[in-house]
T-cell receptor, first 114, second 115 residues
Framework: AQTVTQSQPEMSVQEAETVTLSCTYD???????LFWYKQPPSRQMILVIR??????QNATENRFSVNFQKAAKSFSLKISDSQLGDTAMYFC???????????FGQGTTLQVKP | EAGVAQSPRYKIIEKRQSVAFWCNPI?????LYWYQQILGQGPKLLIQ????????DSQLPKDRFSAERLKGVDSTLKIQPAKLEDSAVYLC?????????????FGQGTRLTVV
């Protein structure tokens, strides 16, 4: 079974600063992928960044990067140079490469302040 | 490329009534998911289809919820009878599936209010 836990219900950051969102997960599989999704107030969920579990190198996508600690089953998201448009709910998710099952955490609401 | 389409966007019903939601995934996407998202919480997987077969429906309250994906394309999710606690946003998502194209694309969701 897959589980995803996000322990920070709400966070805030000043514009242009850096913020890190935490996520831990559990899975019995070796073939899995981890994601961070963003859900702005308009509600359409979009993918921010993806990490293949078999890759040691941390994924980076422009201002977004992850810290993937496989042994600790930790997968945090770092947002650099925060922008007002980053205000949203962020969800960590775990995908099973064997079954295609996609499970989400409880989410972290991020507020970027001007 | 057209995205995942869902309808209706909003629905208000009284408890014990029935309701149906419709989802049209991105063309060619084999995997389709239905999630229930209660306000302020993360999406909870209700059911996952691979083409027209059910892969996982372990979290679907089968006494009142049903879903189908005829012909492996669009899908409907039904609630009958609805309860107050069913008030939520129902999200549909689709993906090509497998281990290369793992990204799930989401629709705008249907916001259900049960009064």
């Amino acid at each position: 079974a897959q589980t995803v836990t996000q322990s920070q219900p709400e966070m805030s950051v000043q514009e242009a600063e850096t913020v890190t969102l935490s996520c831990t997960y559990d899975t019995s599989e070796n073939n899995y992928y981890l994601f961070w999704y963003k859900q702005p107030p308009s509600r359409q969920m979009i993918l921010v960044i993806r990490q293949e579990a078999y890759k040691q190198q941390n994924a980076t996508e422009n201002r977004f990067s992850v810290n993937f600690q496989k042994a600790a089953k930790s997968f945090s998201l770092k947002i650099s140079d925060s922008q007002l448009g980053d205000t949203a709910m962020y969800f960590c998710a775990c995908y099973s490469g064997n079954t295609g099952k996609l499970i989400f955490g409880q989410g972290t609401t991020l507020q970027v302040k001007p | 490329e057209a995205g995942v389409a869902q309808s209706p966007r909003y629905k208000i019903i009284e408890k014990r009534q029935s309701v149906a939601f419709w989802c049209n995934p991105i063309s060619g996407h084999a995997t389709l998911y239905w999630y229930q998202q209660i306000l302020g919480q993360g999406p909870k997987l209700l059911i996952q289809f691979q083409n027209n077969g059910v892969v996982d429906d372990s979290q679907l309250p089968k006494d009142r919820f049903s879903a189908e994906r005829l012909k492996g394309v669009d899908s409907t999710l039904k609630i009958q009878p609805a309860k107050l606690e069913d008030s939520a946003v129902y999200l549909c998502a689709s993906s090509l599936g497998g281990t290369v194209n793992t990204e799930a694309f989401f629709g705008q969701g249907t916001r259900l209010t049960v009064v």
